[in-house]
């Protein structure tokens, strides 16, 4: 195949014949490219990727960690330092900085990847023809040339001239802003039609409404319409959230009034006569022990690791803004098929010959047994009940197949595929049975009749089976079939009333018949099938609840969180799968209809929407208004969705759940999250992860601000009463860089508290620390205060020198926050109860952390860089006691406010 030849301009394509469109692109509308041509291709014009916006460069974001007042004050200090010739000052001041911002500038770069990665999980995929065969590939794969087949839900992969069209409908508006779907069509177009109104074209990024079409691509990647505008797109991967920016804004505040306290002590010392140079030195070290510098970088790897956990239990987070809702979500509004159930009919009942006869297993695996009154059978020895399972296997025309990925999956109809799974039980193979006993004739289905027919040679014998409604099936039986494969009359009502009883749990039923047709029978008719059948039994089938989902349901309401089950199937069905999930409460589900809610008021629906556990024969556009209902009677909904028409409702939630497998790229690009495995239980396994993050979120908060408040208000102290400073600006630059990296990032690895999902929902409105919180931390800040200047000043007092009583400051300092970061494990519980070995990376964290300060301690390169002295036995006695008082402080205050809970859980809210 010879290299195509583009027009000269993209601009063109419109307006050509598509003879003229197939010659230029040098490809054919019915085969699509051979595998040679689109590997040459591929190597000729790449990936079909818009070049994603590369964002900051890493040079300049290691940069901007440097652009931060607290490290223009510090570098103020660098240059003052260096005037004096303090030369081991100005080097180690220097040092922590740029410490600091290549740890912040790896650990951005971390989290950034790893959000980053995420994105790609989620692998769009698209409809070609090639060689001649219809196939699914990676968008990313698509080549100038491709024929690409387009369907609603679709979101279209390239530009394409499309050449077959069926009543096609396309979402143009992220490429024209055009806000009502465009009729499609396959005519030439003149050359100077505008972008918008070029409507034989379909563009990449833009998505399918309704209808069918198939197109040439002629631009893939950056020579795409939307790849010239690639920004509309190709989003940079975004860290922030609301928490963070809320915190964010927070140490801006605190940042500014730090500084703004540091100038009035500086001003005051001076006006005191004190020097100038130490002045600034104390303003440096006020600054640095006070401002958490490091808050809203920690709190974004935080978010980052949790999203990362997500990913694990098959929970890809598009927008880092759920994590945070997640903890709060109060309803979760589940869609029935595939979410809550196994999306694979299964047949439970069989009744056949007067026998009531329950199988066993679930789905299309064929593990499982046929019983009568709770025990095995053998299918051989139960004549009827054979008949029955293979008029099913029979007037069959779906295959169960084993799809890329190992899953089962059907091809044809699942309700026929339910059929072939329970014969298979019984031994009868549906590629055997067809050998044996080949078709002949076939009536296929049609809604008018409602039954289909097939017609088999067997045993010397014309034989014709029957599948369909009941009641039209009954109509033409005269008599059935006994249990020992006798014939017997036909008591018609019993039959009615076995349908309804299987009705009532919420099966599909159908019905079976054969008829014992003459020699000359070589073809079916409607005629062969009107009356004198025999009628062979019932089989009653369902889509199963996925047994894990049981489980996580009762998790969810027992973590204070209702779950609605909002499905298009009949209330009938909807009850009894929500009757065997546990979705309702103990006196029964409350099922309403799509044409209840029609006669219900905006006014009124928020407390029906409320009430009610399972909403049936819903339309996607209701799901919207139930949404909105929820939200207006003040819930946090998570909404679940996997077609075009429940995008508005996925962008309505709170948090907008779409299906990794059975979802459309339009459901995708609107949901916060996707799930991987389109299961129920892994929402409810998102629910507790982000639980799980904002908890770590709220111990490092509560652990990082005493540390930061201790730190100051000695400082602070020191500079208003006009004494020696217990501490200079290097020592507190050692600790905020050591407990960051040794202490603090534990926190993110703490595992679940198990009471997790015991907790009612987070309130979005209450503040990140309320007052018991702020009391910890100011009991903590204020012990660090006292037993700092006492060991100062006892320190002193026995005549031991200002470094050895510094030293001492430091290292109390360092033990408070290190068995402080062991109580912040858990805010509620003791470290007894949460145990002490269930984080070994905290363990190893304050292990590392003492060792630091050993070296800090004893080391005399350390002691010459920090102005450190080595401390004896009895200093260390002091040091400890102090920070054992704080720990047990902090767990008497636990056990005080919690002690009395521990059957009922009083989180700190």
């Given at each position: 195949?010879?290299?195509?030849?583009?027009?000269?301009?993209?601009?063109?394509?419109?307006?050509?014949?598509?003879?003229?469109?197939?010659?230029?692109?040098?490809?054919?509308c019915?085969?699509?490219?051979?595998?040679?041509?689109?590997?040459?291709?591929?190597?000729?014009?790449?990936?079909?990727?818009?070049?994603?916006?590369?964002?900051?460069?890493?040079?300049?974001?290691?940069?901007?960690?440097?652009?931060?007042?607290?490290?223009?004050?510090?570098?103020a200090?660098?240059?003052?330092?260096?005037?004096?010739h303090?030369?081991?000052?100005?080097?180690?001041?220097?040092?922590v900085?740029?410490?600091?911002?290549?740890?912040g500038?790896?650990?951005?770069?971390?989290?950034?990847?790893?959000?980053?990665?995420?994105?790609?999980?989620?692998?769009?995929?698209?409809?070609?023809?090639?060689e001649?065969?219809?196939q699914?590939?990676p968008?990313a794969?698509?080549?100038?040339?491709?024929?690409?087949?387009?369907?609603?839900?679709?979101?279209?992969?390239?530009?394409?001239?499309?050449?077959?069209?069926?009543?096609?409908?396309v979402?143009?508006s992220?490429?024209?802003?055009?806000s009502?779907?465009?009729?499609?069509?396959?005519d030439?177009?003149a050359?100077?039609?505008?972008?918008?109104d070029?409507?034989?074209?379909?563009?990449?990024?833009?998505?399918?409404?309704?209808?069918?079409?198939?197109?040439?691509?002629?631009?893939?990647?950056?020579?795409?319409?939307?790849?010239?505008?690639?920004?509309?797109?190709?989003?940079a991967?975004?860290?922030?959230?609301?928490?963070?920016?809320?915190?964010?804004?927070?140490?801006?505040?605190?940042?500014?009034?730090?500084?703004?306290?540091s100038?009035?002590?500086?001003?005051?010392?001076?006006?005191?006569?004190?020097?100038?140079?130490?002045?600034?030195?104390?303003?440096?070290?006020?600054?640095?022990g006070?401002?958490?510098?490091?808050?809203?970088?920690?709190?974004?790897?935080?978010?980052a690791?949790?999203?990362?956990?997500?990913?694990?239990?098959?929970?890809?987070?598009?927008?880092?803004?759920?994590?945070?809702?997640?903890g709060?979500?109060?309803?979760?509004?589940?869609?029935?098929?595939?979410?809550?159930?196994?999306n694979?009919?299964?047949?439970?009942?069989?009744?056949?010959?007067?026998?009531?006869?329950?199988?066993?297993?679930?789905?299309?695996e064929?593990?499982?047994?046929?019983?009568?009154?709770?025990?095995?059978?053998?299918?051989?020895?139960?004549?009827?009940?054979?008949?029955?399972?293979?008029?099913?296997?029979?007037?069959?025309?779906?295959?169960?197949?084993?799809?890329?990925?190992?899953?089962?999956?059907?091809?044809?109809?699942?309700?026929?595929?339910?059929?072939?799974?329970?014969?298979?039980?019984?031994?009868?193979i549906?590629?055997?049975?067809?050998?044996?006993?080949?078709?002949?004739?076939?009536i296929?289905?049609?809604?008018e009749?409602?039954?289909?027919?097939?017609?088999?040679s067997?045993?010397?014998?014309?034989?014709?089976?029957?599948?369909?409604?009941?009641?039209?099936?009954?109509?033409?039986?005269?008599?059935m079939?006994?249990?020992?494969?006798t014939?017997?009359p036909?008591?018609k009502?019993?039959?009615?009333?076995?349908?309804?009883?299987?009705?009532?749990?919420?099966?599909?039923?159908?019905?079976?018949?054969?008829?014992?047709?003459?020699?000359?029978?070589?073809?079916?008719?409607?005629?062969?099938v009107?009356?004198?059948?025999?009628?062979?039994g019932?089989?009653?089938?369902?889509?199963?609840?996925?047994?894990?989902?049981?489980?996580?349901?009762?998790?969810?309401?027992?973590?204070?969180?209702?779950v609605?089950?909002?499905?298009?199937?009949?209330?009938?069905?909807?009850?009894?799968i929500?009757?065997?999930l546990?979705?309702?409460?103990?006196?029964?589900?409350?099922?309403?209809?799509?044409?209840?809610?029609e006669?219900?008021?905006?006014?009124?629906?928020?407390?029906?929407?409320?009430r009610?556990?399972?909403?049936?024969r819903?339309?996607?556009?209701?799901?919207?208004?139930?949404?909105?209902?929820?939200?207006t009677?003040?819930?946090?909904?998570?909404?679940?969705?996997?077609?075009?028409?429940?995008?508005?409702?996925?962008?309505?939630?709170d948090?907008?759940?779409?299906?990794?497998?059975?979802g459309t790229?339009?459901?995708?690009?609107?949901?916060?999250?996707?799930?991987i495995?389109?299961?129920?239980?892994?929402i409810?396994?998102?629910?507790e992860?982000?639980?799980?993050v904002?908890?770590?979120?709220?111990?490092?908060?509560?652990?990082?601000?005493?540390?930061?408040?201790?730190?100051?208000?000695?400082?602070?102290?020191?500079?208003?009463?006009?004494?020696?400073?217990?501490?200079?600006?290097?020592?507190?630059?050692?600790?905020?860089?050591?407990?960051?990296?040794?202490?603090?990032?534990?926190?993110?690895?703490?595992?679940?508290?198990?009471?997790?999902?015991?907790?009612?929902?987070?309130?979005?409105k209450?503040?990140?620390?309320?007052?018991?919180?702020?009391?910890?931390?100011?009991?903590?800040?204020?012990?660090?205060?006292i037993?700092?200047?006492?060991?100062?000043?006892?320190e002193?007092?026995?005549g031991?020198?200002?470094?050895?009583?510094?030293?001492?400051?430091?290292?109390?300092?360092?033990?408070?926050?290190?068995?402080?970061?062991?109580?912040?494990?858990s805010?509620?519980?003791?470290?007894?109860?949460?145990?002490?070995?269930?984080?070994?990376?905290?363990?190893?964290?304050?292990?590392?952390?003492?060792?630091?300060?050993?070296?800090?301690?004893?080391?005399p390169?350390?002691?010459?860089?920090?102005h450190?002295?080595?401390?004896?036995?009895?200093?260390?006695?002091?040091?400890?006691?102090?920070?054992?008082?704080?720990?047990?402080?902090?767990?008497?205050?636990?056990?005080?406010?919690?002690?009395?809970?521990?059957?009922?859980?009083?989180?700190?809210?």
């Open positions: 195949m010879k290299t195509m030849t583009p027009p000269q301009s993209a601009s063109r394509w419109h307006q050509l014949e598509m003879s003229e469109v197939v010659q230029l692109l040098k490809s054919d019915q085969r699509g490219l051979d595998a040679a041509e689109v590997a040459r291709r591929q190597k000729e014009y790449g990936l079909n990727v818009v070049s994603a916006r590369g964002g900051i460069p890493a040079w300049k974001r290691l940069m901007l960690q440097f652009h931060q007042p607290l490290v223009y004050l510090l570098l200090a660098v240059v003052i330092t260096a005037f004096l303090e030369w081991v000052d100005c080097g180690v001041i220097f040092g900085v740029l410490a600091n911002a290549v740890i500038f790896i650990q951005e770069s971390k989290a950034e990847k790893a959000v980053e990665a995420l994105s790609k999980m989620v692998v769009t995929e698209t409809t070609v023809r090639r001649g065969r219809r699914r590939i968008s794969q698509l080549v100038p040339g491709d024929v690409v087949a387009l369907q609603s839900g679709d979101r279209v992969p390239a530009d394409l001239r499309l050449f077959q069209v069926n009543s096609l409908q979402d143009e992220p490429l024209t802003g055009e009502v779907p465009v009729q499609k069509h396959a030439p177009l050359h100077d039609v505008v972008l918008a070029r409507k034989n074209q379909a563009f990449a990024g833009t998505c399918i409404t309704y209808g069918t079409a198939e197109g040439l691509v002629w631009a893939t990647g950056d020579r795409t319409e939307t790849g010239r505008i690639a920004w509309l797109i190709a989003e991967v975004e860290l922030s959230t609301p928490l963070t920016k809320k915190i964010a804004a927070f140490s801006q505040i605190l940042l500014w009034a730090i500084l703004g306290l100038v009035v002590a500086f001003i005051a010392g001076v006006s005191r006569g004190e020097p100038p140079v130490e002045m600034f030195m104390a303003a440096v070290a006020l600054a640095v006070a401002i958490p510098e490091g808050l809203p970088a920690a709190v974004t790897i935080v978010l690791i949790g999203v990362n956990r997500m990913a694990k239990r098959h929970a890809i987070i598009r927008k880092l803004p759920a994590v945070e809702t997640l709060s979500t109060t309803v979760i509004c589940s869609d029935k098929t595939g979410t809550l159930t196994e694979q009919m299964t047949v439970q009942r069989v009744l056949a010959g007067g026998r009531d006869y329950e199988i066993t297993g679930g789905g299309y064929t593990r499982g047994e046929l019983q009568l009154d709770g025990r095995g059978i053998v299918p051989a020895q139960h004549p009827a009940l054979l008949e029955c399972l293979r008029a099913g296997v029979l007037c069959n025309d779906s295959q169960i197949v084993t799809d890329d990925e190992g899953r089962l999956a059907v091809q044809g109809d699942p309700t026929e595929a339910a059929m072939l799974v329970v014969g298979a039980k019984a031994g009868l549906h590629a055997e049975m067809t050998d044996q006993s080949p078709r002949l004739g076939m296929p289905f049609e809604s009749h409602m039954f289909r027919a097939t017609l088999h067997m045993n010397g014998q014309r034989t014709i089976y029957k599948v369909g409604a009941v009641e039209r099936l009954l109509e033409r039986c005269v008599d079939l006994a249990a020992d494969g014939l017997t036909l008591d009502d019993d039959v009615r009333i076995a349908v309804e009883k299987l009705a009532a749990q919420g099966m599909r039923v159908l019905g079976f018949a054969r008829l014992h047709a003459t020699h000359e029978c070589d073809d079916l008719t409607h005629d062969h009107r009356r004198g059948l025999t009628f062979l019932l089989q009653g089938m369902i889509d199963p609840p996925r047994t894990e989902v049981i489980q996580a349901i009762a998790s969810c309401r027992s973590a204070g969180i209702r609605k089950m909002i499905t298009g199937d009949h209330a009938i069905t909807a009850r009894a929500a009757e065997k546990g979705i309702a409460d103990s006196d029964g589900v409350q099922v309403m209809t799509g044409r209840d809610l006669k219900i008021s905006d006014a009124e629906l928020p407390g029906v929407a409320h009610v556990e399972v909403f049936a819903v339309a996607p556009e209701q799901k919207l208004r139930l949404v909105r209902a929820l939200q009677h003040g819930h946090i909904v998570a909404m679940t969705g996997d077609g075009v028409n429940d995008a508005p409702a996925l962008k309505q939630s948090i907008g759940i779409a299906m990794g497998i059975a790229d339009v459901a995708k690009g609107a949901a916060d999250m996707v799930l495995d389109d299961n129920f239980a892994t409810q396994a998102a629910v992860e982000g639980r799980g904002f908890d770590n979120l709220r111990k490092f908060i509560v652990w990082t601000l005493p540390t930061n408040v201790g730190e100051g208000s000695i400082i602070l102290v020191a500079m208003l009463l006009g004494v020696v400073l217990p501490v200079v600006p290097v020592q507190l630059l050692w600790v905020n860089m050591a407990t960051s990296i040794f202490l603090g990032l534990m926190l993110v690895f703490e595992p679940r508290e198990h009471d997790l999902m015991g907790r009612p929902p987070r309130d979005p209450l503040p990140l620390l309320t007052l018991p919180l702020f009391m910890r931390t100011g009991l903590i800040s204020l012990i660090m205060i037993g700092g200047y006492w060991l100062y000043f006892y002193t007092g026995a031991e020198s200002i470094a050895t009583a510094r030293t001492a400051v430091i290292n109390v300092i360092v033990m408070v926050e290190t068995l402080y970061l062991m109580s912040c494990r805010l509620n519980h003791s470290l007894l109860r949460v145990g002490f070995f269930s984080n070994p990376l905290a363990l190893i964290g304050a292990a590392a952390m003492i060792g630091a300060q050993l070296l800090f301690t004893y080391a390169f350390m002691n010459h860089l920090f450190t002295a080595p401390l004896d036995a009895d200093a260390w006695l002091r040091i400890v006691c102090v920070a054992l008082l704080s720990f047990f402080l902090v767990e008497l205050e636990k056990w005080i406010r919690f002690g009395r809970h521990h059957d009922k859980v009083v989180p700190v809210e």
